[in-house]
């Protein structure tokens, strides 16, 4: 992989978190006929309307308000909360990091639960096995977060009252509580990652096992063994970790659900109270923090692929 | 077309998927006729029923027919949800394949502005357009279909880009023939086989955005019977009813199913060569 | 004689594949020996079962594959008795395969010589250190240069020539008693295929490991085997020893087969055509380039074509002979407005500047037929569709219905005409290129440029084709561009040859001169060295 390559897709990077920025400031600030009735709502008296609109600079041009948030937004300064009045940053980057944990937990148990089981419906094909993944995780990715949420929320809090519903407690405080309180949440993004990941890997799988080449190793004499776990098993992965960095990019969205049901303060929960308050700055901020966190993960993904897969010239 | 339904059933997804959703577009299109009560009348005296002779599926919290709330339903959420994908079908499959026509550096372009845009997550997307626009269930198809658009012409512009290096194709500009012909005759019909499956699926999927949105408050108000609303709504009785939060959920979940298998089976039917 | 004797011993042999409509016999009583040290060749074209022996033998059938009877035995040891770990234990270490595209035989995410270590590791007993020295001998054995380096590369950072080495080093590696070689020199350049089949003789000779060759080409063949089993519809039809059964087959199918293969000897068109002051075609400093510039990064310039000029008289059929790269077929889009391309070009005494300049008279007087049949019909047209637009377009039918014209096209290739409600899908190979062959010349053109348009087909549905463009040749004046890789094939049918190399054209001759003086380009000299040339008819 050559610095040609890093560079355009640096730049590609850039790019990108220019165009993110002028839609969420587009649709936000701009779409509205009149962002200061949307923030204050029908009620308010011409001279609040007016007021606020001098406040937020809304009087001026689309392009240079947009500039000027920019301005900020690369100087770090996101403006403050409207609700709060506290700076808008340093909240969005709290809540973001108990996201992170949400969605790392997320992905770290599907990891260990995704991989294997594809490459055993992979090998065990056609079988009751496979059959059963087969239909088990064709529910699991047909069921939107809040439906899958509720299921899991009505089996294991109402029903067999294993776990708490809803609650948070900072894992730094108390690990195990914590933990206990992250459960179910993190379960439920689990269950929607194992079944779409769980699925490709098979599918990859499948795929590997039927090519020529190991078709190739069989008839080498090779152990069954070697033909799957050395063989088979390398072509797969590589496709399934640029769906890994998409699942991160789906759990970034779906968190939003989570967050909201489970009552987690992170940036997705963040994201509705701001929406349901018409915090303009939070709103700005969280939504381009989100897409951007999704695409530096992108990159990530990207350079972790072009340096695992020999085949692609990347010059 | 016959033939395309022929080919479908003759798998166990298409079959299924075929059937399921054909009871799911009855539901969209006769629900209201078919429902045994009305969805809106409340009956305070009936409360939290479950299955039983009279209320087939149970009652709510304000002892309303759940199964005439759910067949309801069916139009509030799944039509929407189809709207909302067609347009967003259509607008994505104009960009991409008017890209991959045009070519070059103006290709390239609107692909990284394409990618770009994906950078947003479509819940994330829905939600922006939504709360700038006001909470109904008419703004959340606008909203799904910006969402969706970006991802269809990513997928049409790479599938007109396949077609398109055929020797079919080849032979076509070779024997001179003009650009409308080509796109028309040649390109589009093998081009439109994957969209449409790709669309098919992309129903599934937006049956679960839209429902999300309204469980959000963001969609479909309240009285609408709303499969995502009535979640929503029944998620504070949980306790006293599982039912009134289980059909809805099951409805979802199956007509997101069927549009999956549905998908699955087209593939198949839809490819000339098996 | 005792069965030990042989290592390969097949004996009536019955093989059916069960499918949804209902059961095809793919092999039917087959009866095969082969002893230490001998070559046998199997010769069949696609469908004939060859392929299948090869997988019965190795234990590796389609699941839906049932054995209804008959033997097959390694060293008398029977094959079908066989548990899956006693199949494991000979796969590798007592019977060996080589596959026809080392692309898709080897592990893209592999390293060469790891493949090679893997091997020897589990069947020699040897410790990986002592494995990979052991490797890279055989490579330095098999001709690669720098075995070192190569042990490090993977599969995309080496040429088909040297993935192919790797391939054999492998199989012999491990000593096994017999060898399948499944058409090994089927997907290289025809000089590599030739020093690839070199090496297997020498590798044979040394090693005398009992070896079954299976390929459709009979040149091959008949330089590499003693004996030969001709292979149709599941039946061995034909067997001996290679002279015998080349130079006086017993058998209809196998003299049919015989005549099919191209020899520069027989002559299907005159010698020689007039050339008149009318070109039809000159052409003078063609250049293709390739590749375009790119948004954030280079441009990619790699000449398709570099400065090649020849003329074209009409009705006259010239050869284009090259290698894969050697800008053959990017010629063929430069005339047909498929690629942008810089030079002189007249045809019909008109100069064409650009693409621009090919309206709809010249699209008329020149015409393509390209290699695969599958690619170049649109699958959701009717053939009747697909050979009704030249018609229409072209305005050619004149009084007629469009669809007797069609008709009569059909006859012309000699196609049924209820074809016309068919889909491109439900015909042959060969019966697509035919309406491939029809579409062009339902134009009516003045030149048809045939890109490899029989390289994809069976040897004697290729010989079918080549004497339908024979003859609609005889019937109408056409001219034709000839491409092919193929030189005999070549200096069958055309009056002149130009040779290609790496975009440059290194020679042109008529096909008497090359037939009497020899090629005056060593390039020349080397192609036609290469290519096996079957046994004096």
Known sequence: MSASYLARRLLAMVYTLLVVSIIVF?????????????????????????????????????????????????????????????????????????????????????????????????????????????????????????????????????????????GYVPLTDNLWVGLRHLALPVLTISIILIAHVSRMVRSEMVDALHSDYVRAARLKGLSENRVVYVHALRNALLPTITIVALDVGYVLGGIIVVEEIFAIPGLGRQLIVSIQARDLPMIQAGAVVLASTYAVMNLVADFGYALLDKRIQYG | MAEVLRRLVRTPQGAIGLAIIALVLIAVLFGPWLAPRDPFAISPLQRYRPPGPVNFLGTDHLGRDLLSRVLHGASATVAMAIIATLAGTLAGSLIGTGSAYLGGRVDELMMRTVDAVMAIPSLLMSLLVVSMLGRSATNAVIAIAIAFTPGMARISRSVALA????????????????????????????????????????????????????????GAQPPTPEWGLMVSEARRFMHLSSWMILWPCISIALVAVGFNLLGDGLRDALNPRT | MATEANVLSVEGYTLDYVTRAGPIRALDSVDLRIARGEVVGLVGESGSGKTSLAWAIMRALASNAVELAGSLKLSGQDLRQLGPGAVRAIRGRRIGMIFQDPSASLNPTMTLGAQITEALVAHMGLRTKAAREAGKQLFAKVGLSDPAAIMRRYPHEA????????????????????????????????????????????LQAETAVASLYISHDLAVVSR????????????????????????????????????????????????????????????????????????????????????????????????????????????????TGLAPFTGTLLVGGREIASIADMDSAYRRTVQIVFQHPDASLNPRQRIGDILARPFALYGRAGTQPIRSAVRDMLEAVQLPPDYVDRFPHQLSGGEKQRVAIARAFAAGPALVICDEVTSSLDVSVQAAVIDLLVELRRETGTAYL??????????????????????????????????????????????????PTLLAA
Not at chain 3, 509 to 527: N, Q, W
Request: contains cysteine.
């Open chain 1, 26 to 166: 587009g649709v936000t600030q701009i779409l509205p006929a009149d962002a200061a009735t949307v923030i204050m709502g029908e009620n308010a008296t011409p001279e609040q309307l007016a007021a606020l609109r001098d406040r937020l600079g809304l009087n001026d041009l689309g392009v240079v308000q947009y500039l000027r948030w920019l301005s900020g937004v690369l100087t770090g300064e996101f403006g403050a909360s409207m609700r709060t009045g506290q700076p808008v940053l340093p909240t969005i980057l709290e809540a973001l990091s108990r996201s992170l944990t949400l969605a790392a937990l997320s992905i770290a148990l599907m990891l260990v639960v995704a991989l294997p089981l594809g490459i055993l419906a992979a090998t065990k094909r056609g079988g009751p096995v496979d059959v059963l993944f087969g239909l088990v995780s064709y529910v699991g990715v047909s069921l939107p977060e809040f439906v899958t949420a509720t299921l899991v929320i009505l089996l294991l809090a109402d029903w067999l009252q294993l776990l708490p519903a809803t």
């Open chain 2, 163 to 218: 077609v398109r290096k055929q020797d079919y194709v080849s032979a076509a500009i070779a024997r001179g023939e003009g650009a409308g012909f080509v796109i028309l005759r040649e390109m589009l019909p093998n081009a439109l086989a994957p969209i449409i499956v790709e669309m098919t699926i992309r129903f599934a999927f937006s049956v679960m955005l839209f429902s999300t949105l309204s469980f959000l408050g963001l």
């Open chain 3, 159 to 202: 040429s088909g020539g040297e993935k192919q080495r790797v391939v054999i080093a492998t199989a012999f590696a491990c000593r096994p008693e017999l060898i399948l070689f499944d058409e090994p020199t089927t997907a290289l350049d025809v000089i590599t295929a030739r020093q690839i089949l070199d090496l297997l003789r020498d």
């Open chain 3, 224 to 335: 590499i085997a003693q004996r030969v089993a001709v292979i149709h519809r599941g039946r061995i039809v034909d067997e001996g020893s290679v002279p015998n059964v080349f130079t006086a087959p017993s058998d209809s199918y196998t003299r049919a087969l015989l005549d099919a293969v191209p020899k520069p000897e027989r002559r299907l068109v005159s010698s020689t055509v007039t050339m008149s002051e009318k070109r039809l075609v000159e052409v003078r400093g063609l250049t293709v380039r390739y590749g375009r510039p790119q948004f954030f990064g280079k441009s990619l310039g790699t000449a398709g074509a570099r400065d090649v000029s020849f003329d074209l008289a009409p009705g006259e059929i010239l050869g284009i002979v090259g290698e894969s790269g050697s800008g053959k077929s990017t010629l063929a889009r430069a005339l």
């Open chain 3, 482 to 531: 000839f491409i092919s890789h193929d030189i005999n094939l070549v200096r069958q049918i055309a009056h002149r040859i130009i040779v290609m190399h790496r975009g440059e054209l290194v020679e042109a001759i008529s096909a008497d001169d090359l037939a009497a003086r020899g090629p005056s380009h060593p390039y020349t000299a080397r192609l036609i060295a290469a290519v």
